[in-house]
């Protein structure tokens, strides 16, 4: 059975534990910028597109910071788990260098 793309966007906000990944004290460089990105992933899985669609379509935006604040956009904006998220990154960037 499919999973409906639509839940993971009606999630409250991720609750990052202490010992996790991803630290709270990661800020983005530019918030609005970060903001931008996290709105457009929304905007494009809430038209049908894929989470790897909408990965594909911020990271050129969130390039410049740090692997923490690049996860966490993926996890607000596309609804990955944070391996999930760290596995996109990793494929974004392995790509990208293919090329």
Known sequence: MFKNPLNALKKEPVDVPKDSIIQTEHLPKDSANFSQAIAKAKEIILG???KVDAARTIY???ENESKEVIHL??????G???KG??????NL????TKK
């Open 48 to 50: 049908g597109g894929s």
């Open 60 to 62: 050129p935006l969130l």
């Open 73 to 78: 956009a993926f996890i607000e904006g596309c």
């Open 80 to 82: 990955l788990t944070v």
């Open 85 to 90: 998220a760290i596995t996109y990154r990793y």
């Open 93 to 96: 960037i392995r790509n990208k």
